[in-house]
Each structure stands twice: as structure tokens, then as C-alpha cells.
């Protein structure tokens, strides 16, 4: 992957301010990276834009070819003239602004959404609704996510597997028959795609036009209880009875006793093989029409992956076997005309071979540097250890404290061993952490917005192993420097070429 020596800001939508409820793919995305190109930061990374999951990870989500509804934007669709009449009621049950994402009104109001954008359709020109058939036509996965969407709701959300039979193993008769019976329903779900395609293109526009950078994220595993596994069964751990053979984690460390189980059933890569990994690079493929480049997540598990039998409740009885990351890389490079815009998450233990893997293809791979200081001369995520440019180094990621956070929790003896590097010791902030990446060798640092603006983990997006408070997180202009904090950020990109 190639550009220039850049700086970027981790910052998922759902965390843009100014909008009700979360942040959206209208004048919100707009203002912020109208916001970067003032200061000269050439890069806006985010997390997974696909449905979160009912705790709001997007990393588990039920489809992961779709967008996130909650990001429509409402007010780009009444200007366009999707809503009719509907505005008023809209506006007075969604004007809510807060400074957390609360999904559950966030999930209201896309069902408003919804319905008022069914009831307004047979309203607009015929052009506009060939536009939209054509569009329709063309995304293959449309069709199962709305059904699947729909179904899920029918059945008061319960997992696909505790469906009625006839549903949950797709049978095709009667499948034909319901969707007959709820045409109306899947238009809703089919419309919501359309208008979030259309809004995000338009931010892929502007931010070429401003020179920056769009950086995504793709899960390695898929959600079990998804329209990915509901409708390709057969290219995952599945038994005929609904129960998970195999599943995801890892395996036991210093840092848990039983490891971490996921729960995500693993893949049967001798199917994948069979059809020339078509549902791998399709994905792939369809979440690099959205970015300009993606981090892989868990890149490990295209080297060998952890395979938990899957009544186990803990990570501890798995093994590893076997992944064709070769080959699924060098079809991807094809694919995408022997350029491959791919970051590998290489964090964790990583053997040489997951390096060999990562380093034949040239990809880019991640240096965290609350990872950093250890005492150990040898630690990999030292800033002077980061000897060439083909990294991309961060303070922390959405799964780390704040690096206000990190230094409060930080033992005394481990705060002696960073002294030297800090200008101000006394009065430890987040900044320390910045200067220090991006002084480093790697061609992109990239800090997450709390870092920016000094925050402690009050403002942390993620916290694994939990459930409580996570991805929630949002920017508010009050009493937040937003734009004060992006110049001194953009300043220090300058002064180090970035």
C-alpha cells in the first residue's frame, strides 16, 4: 500500500456530533472532514460502518455486506425529497441530542425512517425508481439481509435458529410465499440500503476532493445470528441441527487463564475453496468500494486460527489449525489489479510465519505504543524499535484505555521507565503520547479523538470483556475544543511532515 507520510484521527460516525442520536452520513460527516482538511490531516479511519449488534459492537453485526441504518441522515432525505410531509412528526420524535448513542432510540428512529420512506415512494418520479431497482439489482446480499432483517424482527428478534423450521432452514417454497406477503417490508429495508449508499457516496466524494483518506475495518469472523451465516451455512461451522461445531477465540495467555472465547463459528475453508473463496472476496471487494483502504481484523487467523469445539464455555480445549491466507491474498491482489490497500491488525502474539504472511504481500501492520513501555529494550512498539515506514503507529485503539486513562492506571515503576521521554512529567497529558508517534519512522500515525482532547476513560469507546457503556462515546462542541484540538493536532502533522 502506498501514501505519502500522513497523519489520521480514529473517530467512528456513531461519535460525530451535532445530529440526533448518532451521528450520521450527512452535514455531520461533512463538517468533520471539512474540519480536517483545515488542519491538513490526510486521513479519517473508523470502525466496521455495518449494523451493530444488540450491545452496539459493529463488530458483530448481522449483516456485514450492509451499512448501518443509523447513519441515514435524515435531513439530506428531505432535501432530496424522500420524506414528504412526514418532517414535522420526524423532527418532534427525533430532535433528541444527547451525548451518548442510546440505541434503543437510535432503533426507533430508524423504524420511523422506514415506514415514512415506504409510504413516500410511490410518490417520486419514475426515473428515480428505476435508478433504485437497477441499484437493487446489482447488490447481491441485498435480498437475504432484508429478508433476514425482517424475519428477526417477526420473531421478536430471537437468533435465526430458534425461528420456525421453514424459515430457518430457508426453505424455498415457503420463503417465496412470505416474501409475496411482505413486499412492502423489504422495500423499507431495501430503501434504507439505497439512500445510505447514495449518502456515503457522496462523503467518498467530498473527501477525495479534499485530499483525505477514508480508512476502514473489516471483522475476520462473522456473527453466527446474521444474514452471512443464516444464507451461506454451508461455509461455516454449522451442524444440520443449528449448533456450532467449531468456534472462534483464542487461546490462553498472560492476560486470561482460559482465553478468549468468541463464539463466532469459525470457517470450513475446504468450502470456501471449492467456489475460489467467492464469498471472501466479494466481501472484501464490497467494503473497499466504501474506503480507500481497510484494516483486517484478527490478520493471525489468516495464517492459523483457534478452533474451540463449540459447546465448549471457555477457549481453553481449542487448537490450531490451518488457514489459506495465500491464497485468499494473492485472489484479493488480483481482484483489486495487484494492489492490495489492506492493513493487517498484527497485534497479539504473532509467530513468524503470521509475519511472513503479513511481509510477502506488503502489507502495513500496527504499533500501539501504550503497548510500548514495559522495560523491555527488545519490545517491538518502542518508538526507536519502528525502524522502517511500513507501519502505522497509534497512542491506542478503540479497544484501549485513553492515553489519560492508561497513564492514571499506570504503576509508578512503569511511569519512571517513560520519564526521560516526556517533556512535562509532572503534567502527564495525552499530547506526551502524540509527539512521541509522531516522531516515529511509521508513514501514518493515526490518535483517536479522545486523545485530541485529553479525556480520561469516561470517554473510552470500548472496554472487551464487558458490556456495560461500550460504543456509546460522542463528541459534543460543548465544552470540547474540537476544532482548537484538530489545528494543534494538524500543527504538529506539519512539523513533522506529515
Not at 413516500?120 to 441485498?142: A, I
Request: hydrophobic share 35%; charged share 25%.
Amino acid at each position: 500500500m502506498k501514501f505519502e507520510r500522513n497523519s489520521g484521527i480514529l473517530l467512528h460516525p456513531t461519535s460525530l456530533p451535532d445530529s440526533p442520536v448518532c451521528g450520521s452520513f450527512g452535514e455531520p460527516a461533512r463538517v468533520w472532514l471539512n474540519e480536517l482538511s483545515a488542519s491538513g490531516i490526510g486521513v479519517w479511519q473508523f470502525l466496521p460502518l455495518a449494523p451493530p449488534d444488540s450491545f452496539g459492537s459493529p463488530y458483530s453485526s448481522p449483516s456485514s455486506f450492509a451499512f448501518n441504518p443509523w447513519f441515514l441522515d435524515q435531513n439530506d432525505l428531505v432535501r432530496d425529497g424522500f420524506l414528504g410531509n412526514n418532517l414535522e412528526k420526524f423532527s418532534s420524535e427525533n430532535n433528541y441530542f444527547d451525548n451518548r448513542v442510546d440505541s434503543q432510540l437510535a432503533n426507533s428512529r430508524v423504524k420511523l425512517l422506514r415506514s415514512f420512506l415506504v409510504d413516500y415512494w410511490d410518490k417520486q418520479n419514475r426515473s428515480t425508481q428505476e435508478e433504485f431497482e437497477r441499484w437493487c439489482s446489482k447488490q447481491f446480499w441485498l435480498d437475504d439481509h432484508s429478508i433476514f432483517m425482517e424475519l428477526k424482527i417477526q420473531n421478536n428478534d430471537l437468533p435465526w435458529w430458534e425461528w420456525p423450521d421453514k424459515y430457518a432452514v430457508r426453505d424455498k417454497k415457503e420463503l417465496l410465499n412470505w416474501k409475496k406477503n411482505n413486499q412492502r417490508e423489504l422495500l423499507g429495508h431495501n430503501l434504507l440500503q439505497w439512500h445510505l449508499d447514495r449518502q456515503w457516496k457522496s462523503i467518498r466524494k467530498l473527501a477525495k476532493n479534499l485530499g483525505i483518506l477514508l480508512f476502514g475495518d473489516v471483522p475476520f469472523y462473522v456473527s453466527k445470528d446474521s444474514a452471512d451465516v443464516w444464507s451461506n451455512r454451508s461455509l461455516f461451522s454449522i451442524l444440520t441441527n443449528s449448533d456450532t461445531f467449531f468456534q472462534s477465540g483464542v487461546p490462553p495467555d498472560y492476560f486470561s487463564e482460559t482465553g478468549q472465547l468468541w463464539g463466532n463459528p469459525v470457517y470450513r475453508w475446504n468450502r470456501h475453496k471449492a467456489s475460489n473463496y467467492r464469498w471472501w472476496r466479494k466481501r472484501i471487494s464490497r467494503h473497499l468500494e466504501q474506503v480507500d483502504f481497510l484494516r483486517l481484523d484478527h490478520f493471525r487467523a489468516l495464517e492459523a486460527f483457534w478452533a474451540i469445539p463449540g459447546k465448549d464455555k471457555t477457549a481453553e480445549n481449542g487448537f490450531w489449525l490451518p488457514s489459506p491466507g495465500r491464497e485468499i491474498l494473492r485472489l484479493i491482489k488480483n481482484d483489486c489489479s495487484g494492489l492490495l490497500p489492506l492493513v493487517a491488525e498484527d497485534l497479539g502474539l504473532i509467530t513468524s510465519k503470521v509475519e511472513s504472511l503479513r511481509d510477502d504481500y506488503e502489507l502495513v501492520g500496527m504499533k500501539i505504543l501504550q503497548f510500548a513501555f514495559d522495560g523491555n529494550l527488545d519490545n517491538p512498539y518502542l518508538p526507536e524499535n519502528i525502524k522502517n515506514e511500513n507501519w502505522i503507529v497509534y497512542t491506542g485503539t478503540h479497544d484501549n484505555s485513553t492515553s489519560q486513562g492508561w497513564w492514571r492506571e499506570m504503576d509508578q515503576d512503569r511511569k519512571e521507565q517513560i520519564r526521560e521521554r516526556l517533556l512535562d512529567y509532572e503534567n502527564f497529558t495525552s499530547w506526551e503520547l502524540i509527539r512521541i508517534g509522531m516522531e516515529t519512522k511509521a508513514k501514518l500515525f493515526v490518535a483517536p479523538m479522545q486523545d485530541l482532547l485529553n479525556l480520561d476513560d469516561s470517554a473510552r469507546l470500548n472496554k472487551p470483556g464487558t458490556i456495560e457503556n461500550n460504543w456509546t462515546w460522542r463528541l459534543s462542541r460543548n465544552g470540547m475544543n474540537i476544532e482548537e484540538a484538530i489545528k494543534k493536532y494538524g500543527d504538529l502533522a506539519k512539523a513533522n511532515k506529515r
